[in-house]
């Protein structure tokens, strides 16, 4: 891609994203392109908190919520890689907790876990959910450890490999087998096999936070009977099912982090051996592989589409690559509305790729 066609492309990512904005009434937006290795168009548009003056920029950081899943199953395909796992591997690992595990659980492989076949119930408790978060990383990984006996105690919803149910409490379990075969939090697993290596030098956890006593940060904002209302920094989910989704990271390293899974998935990345990419980006029940949502063929896209969003109902991101275009979009949301923040980011993504198709012809 030409210098003019990058310019191009840029001036179609700041335009949609200002239409966007004033269309869907969202509270801030942003956006980024990457192509051959390179960001191609990197803008954002709005505010960082409803009713505050500051405005976003290209460096601030964004909640991925549920796009956490690739990056939790992309640490767990290292530590396979280091022969510390495999995809078939039972949860033997685990330690039982004061209940004995029910015996469902006895088929449950690693694999089932991250395609969301296990069986695993979709969420935690309402009690789990709306408790105090641990107070230190050792409190933290106790009561992830005694949140995932408490699941494995009881009976599944489903016979593993049978039924696709999405399941954050799945993620989470995945994460503490990770965790009990490492002797590592999933949070230092995460900094010590992806951030580090990939350089991500934004990614941290939870919503971000403010560098001063100012807004320095985008604030997540929720709507209650249509009114929109920033929240605080320390507004997310429990940090015990952190591994589902609660990384957050800037744009830039968000399409550094999906470059390399593009050049894994054409066998070119010394991150990650290829038959790993493979099996990250290999579907099974309702086209879900592992931390990916997989569509075989898309025309406008020239081949596969590899995509994921989250939410945690403050933020959304929707993170799309398309391996045979060597491209990847993606468009954050630092609100909830899930229904506008995604048919905004949807637009805009295919928008882009119509607008790289024709530069292409120039």
């Known amino acids: 891609m030409s210098s003019a066609q990058s310019s191009d492309l840029q001036s179609v990512l700041e335009t949609e994203l ?78 039982s907790g004061e209940d004995s595990r029910h015996s469902d659980w006895n088929q449950v492989t690693l694999k089932h876990l991250l395609h969301h076949s296990s069986g695993a119930p979709a969420n935690f408790s309402l009690s789990l959910l709306f408790s105090d978060d641990p107070e230190t990383a050792e409190a933290l990984h106790k009561e992830r450890l005694q949140a995932v006996q408490s699941i494995l105690s009881k009976a599944t919803d489903s016979q593993a490999g049978t039924a696709f149910q999405y399941s954050n409490v799945g993620y989470t379990i995945a994460a503490a087998l990770a965790e009990q075969v490492s002797n590592k939090s999933w949070e230092t697993l995460m900094q010590e096999e992806l951030f580090d290596p990939l350089a991500l030098n934004s990614a941290g956890f939870g919503p971000p936070k403010d560098n001063s006593d100012g807004i320095d940060q985008p604030r997540g904002h929720k709507s209650i009977f249509g009114f929109k209302f920033s929240v605080p920094t320390t507004s997310d989910n429990p940090k015990v099912m952190g591994p589902a989704g609660n990384v957050h990271m800037n744009l830039s390293d968000l399409a550094r982090y999906a470059q390399e899974h593009m050049k894994g998935a054409r066998g070119e990345s010394d991150y990650l051996e290829t038959a790993l990419y493979q099996e990250l980006h290999t579907a099974q029940l309702d086209s879900y592989a592992k931390g990916w949502v997989i569509k075989a ?12 969003n989250g939410s945690n109902t403050m933020w959304y991101c929707l993170l799309t690559l398309l391996p045979a275009l060597d491209t990847a979009v993606a468009i954050t949301v630092n609100e909830g509305n899930i229904k506008k923040a995604e048919s905004s980011a949807v637009e805009i993504t295919r928008a882009l790729i119509k607008a790289m198709g024709h530069s292409s012809t120039h």
């Open 18 to 95: 200002k239409q966007h904005l004033q269309s869907s009434g969202l509270i801030g937006i942003g956006g980024v392109v990457i192509h051959n290795n390179t960001i191609q168009a990197l803008a954002s548009e709005g505010l960082r908190k409803k009713g505050s003056p500051e405005t976003l920029t290209v460096n601030d950081k964004w909640h991925l919520g549920s796009v956490t899943k690739s990056m939790t199953a992309t640490v767990i395909a290292r530590l396979v890689q280091k022969g510390l796992l495999s995809w078939e591997q039972n949860l033997d690992a685990i330690p």
């Open 297 to 308: 063929h898309d025309p406008l896209a020239n081949g596969q589409v590899i995509w994921h």
